[in-house]
């Protein structure tokens, strides 16, 4: 029987998935993980020239950004084999990397995205972000999460074969896959963590779940290759973000994340900066600093 490769490689990613996963161990509160990376999510300073943002990340303490190569983002994704490699130089410079590349990738087989990973892949970059899923709530939801599950093993079979894995973000809403974790869990535990992984939302996991956010942890942790924090607050029953620290998120989070043996990037979220002009990325900073030095205390 002749098939391609890559049929090949889709066709093993259950085998290996199947493999039966063993919980992280947990160890003392005063346990630290070793060299947890952390990365700056560059939403708010896409306004800055790849140097300068580079080198105001690099004097900050910061190990790398999360970079944005996806629609509206810093490198569209019809440019990313031809400008991505010049950021990766530019990080370089200052010694900082990719840590997470945010993409709009969704399936394998969408416009440049196979070149996109390919590209990155040649540069190093070894995790990326997908793009989100909806429910359509007019539907069986378990139905849904089985529909999407080849386009995740297509997914899972390319990142094989380039040594990259993609994390999804769980995120807050009433119609977004992986809002609630568990059906993030129902979607992943038979891919390989390697190659299909989850972007842990601490904010997100809270807004949703705010006394279960713990189990649902436990639950995905095995599938966790990066972890996304900021804070936020509730005012007049809407969620707020606030700078880190100020918020709901508190310190039970960090030390549950020191226990679980974690070691993969953590990216740092400012959602409450929207800055859309150089002077009001640069005003920013200062804001970026503050939330930094919270983070590494809590991490490192």
């Known amino acids: 029987m002749n098939i391609s490769r890559r049929e090949w490689i889709r066709n093993s990613v259950f085998t290996a998935g199947a493999t039966a996963l063993p919980s992280p161990p947990l160890h003392g509160a005063d346990s630290k993980p070793a060299n947890i990376p952390i990365a700056f999510f560059e939403k708010p300073l896409q306004s800055l020239s790849a140097d300068e943002l580079a080198e105001r990340l690099a004097e900050i303490g910061f190990d790398g950004v999360e970079a944005t190569v996806r629609k509206g983002g810093r490198i569209e994704p019809e440019k990313a084999k031809d400008e991505l490699p010049a950021?990766?130089?530019?990080?370089?410079?200052?010694?900082?990397?990719?840590?997470?590349?945010?993409?709009?990738?969704?399936?394998?087989?969408?416009?440049?995205?196979?070149?996109?990973?390919?590209?990155?892949?040649?540069?190093?970059?070894?995790?990326?972000?997908?793009?989100?899923?909806?429910?359509?709530?007019?539907?069986?939801?378990?139905?849904?999460?089985?529909?999407?599950?080849?386009?995740?093993?297509?997914?899972?079979?390319?990142?094989?074969?380039?040594?990259?894995?993609?994390?999804?973000?769980?995120?807050?809403?009433?119609?977004?896959?992986?809002?609630?974790?568990?059906?993030?869990?129902?979607?992943?535990?038979?891919?390989?963590?390697?190659?299909?992984?989850?972007a842990y939302d601490i904010r997100h996991a809270k807004v949703e779940g705010m006394s279960a956010w713990e189990i649902n942890f436990q639950l995905i942790r095995p599938w966790i290759q990066a972890v996304y924090v900021k804070d936020y607050t509730i005012e007049n029953g809407r969620v707020v973000n606030v700078p880190m620290g100020e918020g709901l998120v508190g310190d039970k989070f960090y030390q549950t994340l020191r226990q679980s043996d974690f070691s993969a990037p953590v990216s740092l979220h400012i959602p409450y900066l929207r800055s859309k002009t150089r002077a009001e990325a640069l005003a920013g900073m200062d804001q970026i600093k503050k939330d930094f030095a919270y983070l590494k205390k809590q991490v490192q």
């Open 87 to 198: 950021l990766v130089t530019t990080l370089k410079k200052h010694k900082l990397e990719i840590l997470v590349m945010a993409s709009s990738i969704s399936r394998a087989d969408q416009p440049h995205a196979e070149d996109t990973l390919r590209t990155a892949a040649k540069l190093g970059v070894k995790r990326y972000r997908l793009s989100g899923f909806r429910y359509d709530l007019k539907k069986p939801i378990l139905a849904q999460l089985d529909a999407l599950k080849p386009q995740l093993r297509d997914l899972a079979a390319l990142n094989r074969e380039l040594g990259l894995t993609a994390v999804y973000q769980n995120h807050a809403g009433g119609s977004n896959v992986g809002g609630q974790i568990w059906d993030l869990h129902y979607l992943m535990k038979d891919f390989d963590p390697r190659e299909i992984a989850v």
